[in-house]
């Protein structure tokens, strides 16, 4: 199990590292989730991505009170609003799918917003 948790924990970084430049793709989730992969794996990775420069912060921060940076807030919306854009475009939707799938996007940004900064 332990492998198994290591190697999801380095895809996972592997993912938020990429979502740091790429736009959709969100990086907090996946730091998080490598987190959680390596304390179950490897506590020397563990230990690295919590004393890392950039992620270690915001990991510390989420561990302690739950918190999400507000530049994460933020491009979360922009995420999310340029997603439902390409949505609306790639697939002009009738209006119950449009509807079902802005709910879910702002029910996610609800659950980003309610946790401290």
Known sequence: MRILFASAGLF????????AFLPVLPTTPFIILAAACF???SPRLEA???SHRVFGPMLRDWRERGAIPRRAKTVAVIGCALGYVLF?????????PAMAVAVLML???AYVFSRPS
């Open 88 to 96: 609306w475009v790639g697939t002009q939707p009738s209006a119950m």
């Open 12 to 19: 996972f970084v592997t993912l938020g590292v990429a979502g």
């Open 107 to 109: 029910t996610g940004l």
């Open 48 to 50: 690295w991505l919590l």
């Open 39 to 41: 304390a179950r794996s």
